[in-house]
């Protein structure tokens, strides 16, 4: 892929990524901390926020090894499939570091 490509490539990502975390959040977070279903999880199951989050974040890994699996096959997923599971997958690694990132901070009160 060229550079050029790689670009385009990397904006619609992001766009992408911003549109899904924006369109989720009335879903999955509260209007004053989108963190709120990783916490109330943690709670739920006697581990800290992290831990949750990884935990629903097994979910989304597994189905993207299971794919890269088949394509070792030559079944290809669909560009709307695997846009799904990279997008998912790079919003849990921010989600995680906004987790990490307010516990340091916290921390340091």
């Known amino acids: 892929m060229n550079t050029k490509d790689f670009n385009k490539l990397l904006e619609l990502r992001i766009a992408d990524m911003r549109s899904s975390m924006a369109s989720k959040s009335s879903e999955y977070a509260s209007s ?12 739920v199951l006697s581990c800290n926020p992290q831990r949750a989050l990884v935990g ?4 989304h890994l ?16 669909s ?6 599971k990279i997008r998912d ?3 849990y690694l921010v989600l995680l570091e906004a987790i ?4 340091i901070k916290n921390a340091k009160k």
């Open 89 to 91: 997958s790079i919003n």
């Open 62 to 77: 597994v189905s993207v090894l299971d794919i890269v699996d088949k394509t070792e096959l030559g079944v290809l997923p």
């Open 32 to 43: 004053v901390d989108k963190l709120h279903n990783f916490k109330r999880a943690g709670r």
């Open 79 to 84: 560009e709307e499939l695997w846009n799904e």
């Open 56 to 59: 629903m974040w097994v979910k």
């Open 100 to 103: 990490i990132k307010e516990q």
